[in-house]
């Protein structure tokens, strides 16, 4: 997960007027023509395993909370996580 944010952000600094630097460091493996490419893909990676990361966590504070019954939190956390990679799967193919 954090190579992905290590690409996202070097990818996005690649299409900015100092992208000469990132294609000096990657030894031009990234560069402004698939710099926009690697970012778009890297950060809808990102969101989707950001998006897990985040229905695990809630699961285990509902848990710390009090939750009794773990088959209806099951379903919920799965609604959330559902809910968020649609969301982001949609903005990706928009």
Known sequence: MLMLFFITVLSGYSMTAKGDLVIRLTFGL??????????????????ILASIHAAANLKLELLKRGAKETKPLNIFVLTVLFVMIAFFTAIEFM
Do not use: A, E, V
């Open 30 to 47: 990234i560069n402004w023509k698939n710099g926009y490419f690697l970012h778009r893909k890297s950060t809808y990676l990102l969101s």
